[in-house]
């Protein structure tokens, strides 16, 4: 996410009308809200179509942001929806597509299979958190502005997160796997 300018600048020059406001909002938030919606969905395709639903009701709703500074979770809670909706929808959730970046010594289909069913039996908003982490790459900061919660609950979320895939890997049988 690059940021020249504040979110709540960018959010005032696009209710005034300024498409390139808008359009660099949508260039910052576009590859977290896909992972938001990617760890509801667990479908990449589908998480792309959500984030993109998200972006188009918020363009309708901007004016209704009373607090443009917080910009990032009003559009992530849009995005949530959006990817329920679709769930809701009979849509498959998190499907074999879905794998953030996960080093792992053996690389055979046994192991991708049970690092993709720890991730599916996690909570979402936990889900939510590694995807932002290690899929989208983000920092604790960014991640922080776009879930509208502290750096040190992104932190206890991570390592609860990766607590529970290294017991259930462990209980597969798959020792050897580095998350």
Request: glycine content about 8%.
């Amino acid at each position: 996410m690059v940021e020249d300018k504040p979110d709540s600048v960018l959010v005032e020059g696009a209710i005034r009308g300024e498409g390139d406001s808008f359009t660099e909002l949508c260039g910052r938030y576009y590859g977290p809200m896909v992972a938001i919606a990617d760890a509801i969905l667990g479908d990449r395709h589908l998480a792309e179509d959500a984030a993109q639903q998200a972006f188009a009701k918020a363009a309708v709703s901007l004016p209704s942001l009373h607090k443009p500074e917080r910009f990032g979770s009003w559009l992530a809670a849009i995005c949530r929806n959006a990817a329920r909706d679709l769930l809701r929808g009979g849509e498959k959730c998190c499907s074999a597509d879905a794998l953030p970046a996960v080093q792992a010594e053996r690389h055979d289909d046994d192991v991708g299979d049970a690092v993709r069913e720890a991730l599916r039996r996690l909570e979402p908003p936990a889900r939510e958190v590694i995807y932002l982490r290690f899929y989208d790459g983000l920092s604790y900061e960014q991640i922080s502005a776009i879930l509208g919660i502290s750096e040190q609950a992104i932190n206890g979320r991570l390592r609860r997160a990766k607590r529970t895939l290294a017991t259930y890997l462990r209980r597969q049988g798959l020792d050897e796997v580095q998350i």
